[in-house]
């Protein structure tokens, strides 16, 4: 590569790239630049003649490698100037080499003036890898030159973003500043800050706005409605001018007619979310669309971005009739896929997801009326074999009503037989009794009736009374039983009970206490008293103390 060189003060150096040249070179072949006339020295004295102070071993190695770094850093700035220039030579005797250590030091300080303040860096990023101790390390590739550059973020600027971000072949945007990195004597960049650079940073939007609206439930599998076997109007958003709409009324027209119903948008640009937006909401106010096509044709990502607009993303979702969406090819995927009801690969095939095919139908239906007469006439046989089957088995109908009528008249026969003889025993029976009835008179027939009537009674008068007299007895002598077992009787002999206030016998001098006012009941009534305790004195009948 090549490059404007300039000299600044400070001995910086500001490259510019310019073109492309044979590799070969440092800085590549610099521009016809004047050398810097040399600043006037004083004349030097001889080393024998300059005075010498004794120094120690440290100091003098200290000036003896400051003597290095400024030779060096003039010779590098004469080189820059002049490549091809010979630099002057010093006496052979003189000539001081510098170690590697010093080298690099000095690279890195000329670095370090370079580059104050941080720098921005494009790439691509590769051989990403992660070390223990946190640090990232990767290397940056320019993609449209061969040029490489390793990069270290160190663990303190790795952040969880930047984990995510950097990737194999991901294209970033690094923050930093260039370094010498002297035990391995490589020029590296020291980044502090990392994102997505171009198409990386409109994916990681882009992936954002799909997590948030997947949060919200917009991309739910359950929302997801089924299409219409056969819409009355098929609603298509897209450009006019466009061949989507050629296409879908191509393949509609083609598997047999749709009605199809175009509400005009602009697809690409800055205003067609917009205008998709709109077009959704005109063919909304037509009662009879069934089903809206969201397409157009095959893009970039820029030209498919209006796809992946919030407010389209969400206007599809809240559609009010079921959406195909048909943007792009079978490899370019949106949003509005997620958002909608169903997914074409293509416009055309959108068409034929909503539109049947005719001909298709015409021969299923053929297909289905033939399989429908085969089954019918497999029907039938079949009912004709049951229907010989079932008459052999019934035989000739004549003969069975006739064995039928025949067997009807001989039961009918046996019953007019018994129905007269039965008819003739009662007549003889009825003959019989008017007989006897007429031999014996009523009157002698009601007199031995009365007379067993009368003994019976009799009977019955003689029985009660005796049972009647034995019952009396018995209940005497059970009241005879109970009175002597009564309570009272026992009272009527000098007894009396005791009970308490609530009505509980006193049985035993533990049941009460002293104090205790208590009811006694005698034969002839009840009254209260008072128990005393067993240590007060008694009362005599006059109120003294016995």
Known sequence: MAYDVSLVPGREVMAKKRKTVEQGTLFGEPPSVPPRPAAPRAPALPRAARP??????????????IERLERLDELVARSMLSPSAESPKEPAGEELPLTVAALGRLLERALGDRFVDPVL??????????????????????????????????????TPRARGIVSEGARLRLRGKPSYYTPRGRLQFIADRVG???????????ERLKARLLAEGLFAPERTRPLPFEPRIIGVVTSAAGAVIHDICRVAFRRG?????????????????????????????????????????????????????????????????????????????????????????????????????????????????????????????????????????????RVRVATAQQRLDDRRTRLVSSMERRLERERARHRGEASRLTALPPTSALARERAAVVELAGRVKAAFS??????????????????????????????AIVTTEEGLAVRRRADVAGGVRVRVRVDDGSFAARVEPDDAPLQEPGGGPA
Do not use: W
């Open 196 to 206: 997505l650079s171009g198409k990386g940073a409109l994916l990681e939007a882009l």
């Open 257 to 397: 007619g749709a009605h199809i119903l175009l509400s005009p948008a602009v697809v690409q640009g800055p205003s067609a979310a917009r205008s998709i937006v709109k077009a959704l909401a005109l063919l909304q106010q037509v009662p009879e669309v069934d089903v809206i096509v969201v397409g157009r044709g095959g893009g970039s990502a820029d030209d498919l971005a209006a796809f992946n607009d919030e407010a389209v993303v969400r206007a599809v979702a809240a559609c009010a009739v079921p959406v195909v969406s048909a943007v792009g090819h079978e490899v370019d995927f949106t949003l509005v896929d997620f958002a909608s009801d169903a997914r074409a690969s293509t416009p055309s095939q959108a068409a034929e997801m909503l539109v049947p095919d005719g001909q298709a139908m015409a021969l299923l239906l053929a297909e289905r009326e033939r399989a429908l007469r085969r089954a019918m006439v497999a029907r039938l046989s079949e009912g004709r074999l049951e229907l010989a089957a079932i008459a052999q088995n019934l035989g000739d109908p």
């Open 52 to 65: 010498r102070a004794p120094l120690s071993p440290e100091v003098a190695a200290a000036a003896a490698l």
């Open 121 to 158: 860096v494009e790439g691509e990023a590769n051989g990403v890898r992660f070390a223990q101790s946190g640090h990232l390390y990767f290397t940056l590739k320019d993609e449209d030159d061969d040029a490489t550059v390793d990069v270290v973020m160190y663990r303190a600027s790795v």
């Open 466 to 495: 005796g049972e009647f007299a034995r019952r009396q007895t018995e209940v005497v002598r059970l009241e005879a039983r109970l009175d002597a077992m009564s309570p009272v009787k026992v009272l009527a002999r000098g007894y």
